[in-house]
């Protein structure tokens, strides 16, 4: 039996941005470059089950202690 790892409660939530209007959006916002995130694999667990190819930008959304919960942006890159 296969188990869905997004439904594990360690990870967090990641979703991929629409490239044409939130991308866009988003690098305005952090005033960088796409080649300036932070990178993930295409290997990676998590970037397979969501079917993410590589050039993607991933927002991911985790729960935290201080802030209620953090953002973060990631790009999808060949391992």
């Not at 188990?3 to 959006?25: N, R, T």
């Not at 969501?50 to 959304?61: L, R």
Request: hydrophobic content about 35%.
């Amino acid at each position: 039996m296969k188990k869905d790892i997004l439904k594990h409660e360690l990870v967090p939530e990641h979703v991929i941005l629409s490239e044409q209007k939130d991308v866009k959006k988003v690098l305005t916002e952090l005033n960088i470059r796409k080649d300036q995130l932070p990178k993930i694999n295409s290997d990676d667990p998590v970037i397979k089950a969501i079917e993410a190819e590589v050039g993607d930008v991933i927002k991911i959304t985790r729960k935290s202690d201080t802030a209620g919960k953090f953002v973060t942006y990631r790009v999808v890159q060949q391992n």
